[in-house]
Nanobody, 113 residues
């Protein structure tokens, strides 16, 4: 079992930046894949970005060039740097890890003027 705790969400103006953190209760190298998802009101949860144990990353087309996923093994944490934020990025952002199948509680990101 692994616990994942997200933080760093908040209210930001369009064009602004936020950095989300996902802190794991054990070494992130024991987790094959850590992925950020998001869910906007009335919408299905969607993939945002993922990082594999070997360092390979992948992004949704909607965030490529604006978001960057990274990790710090010393802090057992994965980050999502979000730049050039748009109102359509407003959602609850969730961290997911596998194995085992683990979800964080989510952190709210609101992009609005």
């Amino acid at each position: 079992q692994v616990q994942l705790v997200e933080s760093g969400g908040g209210l930001v103006q369009p064009g602004g930046s936020l950095r989300l953190s996902c802190a794991a209760s054990k070494s992130i190298y024991s987790i094959d894949v850590i992925t950020w998802y998001r869910q906007a009101p009335g919408e299905q949860r969607e993939f945002v970005a993922t990082i594999r144990r070997g360092g390979l990353t992948n992004y949704a087309d909607s965030v490529k060039g604006r978001f960057t996923i990274s990790r710090d093994s010393a802090k057992n944490s994965v980050y999502l740097q979000m730049n050039s934020l748009k109102p359509e990025d407003t959602a609850i952002y969730y961290c997911y890890g596998w194995p085992p199948d683990s979800w964080g509680q989510g952190t709210q990101v609101t992009v609005s003027s």
